[in-house]
């Protein structure tokens, strides 16, 4: 049942990836059709996320590629929430080839396959793997509109008129909703890792790393406060996004 519901979910998302690159080019209709395909695949892979819980004895998704799966549809979904909104299209051209890529390579690895984990309750994995997991989401969808804002900056500054074709949202709209998203997502990816610190006996790299991950988004925002705008903050949040990669890649390793 989980693999019926996984080609149509990567179907959609690779749809949607190339009719955004084409909507880039010529904006129009291709962009509904990117629209529609993002939400028809966060719907098949909704029911395959269900599935995969309804089947499972305990937390589904502990291993690697099962973490992946769910980061995924986690991305898309904090995606869908305001992102596809014509004035925010370009957006998707950064998300969805990411997003079917990884549920490919989710695929690939066994993540639609069942994970429980016996070492921990089912209540703790999903406390500090899903809002650690929420926070990365939180985190690549600020990396995202930090590059969407240093693109349009720079096209600004070339002066460059085909900008206007895309009708993008200002500079400013982009700087406060990329700091809003950041705030959202250092508050439940602290939570997460309380959560987490609560259950382990020593210190290991994850944890460090997730310190480390941790501090660099709260000197984000405490830099913003103080004044450090535009393209600094843009490139720290996209700096920030390299730590959330390594991780993800360090979950399981």
Request: aromatic share 12%.
């Amino acid at each position: 049942m989980a693999e019926l519901l996984f080609w149509p979910a990567l179907l959609a998302y690779g749809e949607a990836a190339v009719a955004y690159a084409g909507n880039a080019r010529h904006p129009g209709e291709l962009g509904r059709l990117a629209t529609w395909g993002v939400r028809l695949g966060w719907l098949a892979q909704t029911g395959l996320l269900v599935a995969q819980a309804a089947r499972a004895d305990g937390f589904p998704w502990s291993t690697w590629a099962g973490t992946l799966n769910l980061f995924v549809w986690l991305v898309v979904s904090a995606y869908l929430i305001w992102g596809c909104k014509p004035s925010y299209r370009l957006l998707g051209l950064a998300v969805m080839p990411v997003a079917a890529v990884l549920l490919a390579v989710a695929y690939a690895g066994g993540g639609m396959a069942e994970g429980a984990d016996r070492h921990f309750s089912t209540l703790f994995l999903v406390l500090h793997v899903g809002l650690v997991l929420a926070g990365f989401a939180g985190f690549t969808l600020a990396a995202a509109l930090a590059a969407l804002y240093l693109w349009e900056e720079r096209r600004l500054k070339r002066r460059e008129p085909r900008i206007l074709r895309f009708g993008v949202p200002s500079i400013v709209a982009l700087e406060e909703l990329t700091a809003r998203v950041v705030a959202v997502s250092l508050t439940v990816f602290a939570a997460g890792m309380v959560a987490g610190f609560a259950r382990v006996d020593e210190i290991d790299a994850r944890m460090v790393a997730s310190v480390v991950t941790a501090g660099v988004y709260a000197s984000f925002l405490a830099l913003r406060a103080y004044g450090w705008r535009g393209r600094r903050a843009a490139w720290l949040a996209l700096c920030g996004s390299l730590l959330v990669v390594v991780l993800l890649a360090a979950v399981h390793g």
